[in-house]
């Protein structure tokens, strides 16, 4: 019995090293002689872990101002000292996914279709015409991820990146209000930004590491509505595609990063554009989402939201690497995100 018991304590300490493990402080290198003042110029562009380290390539860090070749050679191999970077088994890595938490939408149908909800350590994109409630959803969340949910979720805060001034701070008191929650509450755990060019939003994006790693484990979400806005008007022409779509695939892979670093949940939308070829090819819908390959790959789980009777809307798993291809209804009420009465 003491024997179980012992290994039952063994377990829980390994689990808690696990927690602690998403967020291995960048100031531990100082132990493997790395010095305050290259640490503080990682931190400036939004490195404040010894994953965000393994995740920077070399080249990028070459490019931090003060940091030269030989410094970030020695910043690279104390991180490796620190880091497990080989293989694990599927088992070991079972373990760590039991870490992921999902955030509730609002709609019971709905979150049966993501599989219990919105996923951490995922980016989560949902797409739709005008009118089809990406905003509607995007506040929803920002109302739910602070309630405590399933599974031993406690909730937390959100931040909010808005680049089409979409955002309504009075929109989620009225949701509040459905959930019997205090309207200060919860708008003072929403951080909002606006974001006016595709550049600016890459920028807040170092700010949200930031926040993330000085307030370890308050925050649950982030969420960018919407994600292309800015790109679509920043690179017109299929000139500036090329670089555009580049830039794209640096932002998108800065958002996994973050959500796996800090263990949160990362959703975003995104709009869509009428395709002129899919006439030729007598395609029942020729509207397709916006940002190519590089934003479908991107997105660990792809929603697409299209309108239904009055205010029924449908939402459709486009791609999704542990959902089967199913569609859910789902209303928008004055409470935000809600299940469809028959």
């Known amino acids: 019995m003491k024997a179980l018991e012992e290994q039952a304590l063994e377990d829980e300490s390994g689990y808690q090293e696990d927690e602690e493990s998403f967020f291995q402080d960048i100031e531990l290198l100082q132990k493997h002689g790395i010095n305050m003042a290259d640490i503080k110029k990682l931190k400036s562009v939004g490195i404040c872990t010894v994953k965000g380290i393994q995740m920077t390539t070399r080249r990028a860090l070459c490019n931090v101002k003060g940091l030269s070749e030989a410094k970030v050679d020695k910043i690279k191999e104390a991180a490796g000292k620190l880091l497990i970077c080989g293989f694990q088994t599927a088992s070991e890595y079972s373990i760590k996914r039991k870490q992921v938490f999902h955030i509730t939408t609002g709609s019971l149908e709905f979150d049966k279709l993501l599989g219990g909800g919105v996923e951490s350590m995922a980016i989560t994109e949902a797409f739709g015409e005008f009118r089809t409630g990406k905003t509607q959803l995007s506040h929803t969340l920002c109302v739910t991820a602070q309630l405590p949910g399933e599974y031993g979720y406690t909730g937390g805060k959100v931040i909010f990146i808005d680049s089409e001034n979409t955002f309504r701070p009075e929109r989620l008191k009225d949701i509040a209000d459905r959930f019997n929650v205090d309207h200060e509450a919860v708008l003072d755990n929403v951080l909002y930004a ?18 993330f790693h000085e307030e370890g484990g308050v925050f649950k979400l982030l969420i960018i509505d ?35 670093e800090y263990n949160v949940a990362v959703f975003i939308t995104n709009q869509m554009t009428a395709d002129p070829g899919a006439g030729m090819t007598f395609q029942a819908d020729p509207k397709k989402p916006i940002g190519g390959h590089i934003l479908a790959h991107a997105s660990t789980t792809r ?35 809600t299940d469809a009465k028959d």
């Not at 890459?202 to 930031?210: G, I, K, Q, R, T």
């Not at 994600?227 to 555009?244: C, H, N, Q, Y």
């Not at 998108?252 to 973050?258: A, V």
């Not at 929603?303 to 486009?318: N, P, Q, V, Y």
């Open 226 to 260: 919407s994600i292309m806005a800015l790109f679509r008007v920043d690179f017109s022409g299929r000139g500036e595609l090329a670089e555009r779509q580049q830039k794209l695939a640096q932002m998108l892979s800065r958002l996994q990063k973050i959500s796996e």
């Open 194 to 211: 606006r974001a006016y060019t595709s550049e600016h939003q890459m920028e807040l994006l170092d700010f949200v590491a930031a926040k």
């Open 303 to 337: 929603i697409s939201l299209r309108k239904g009777r009055a205010e029924l809307r449908i939402a459709k798993i486009f791609d999704s690497p542990d959902m089967p291809e199913n569609e859910a209804t789902f209303a928008i009420a004055a409470g935000g995100i």
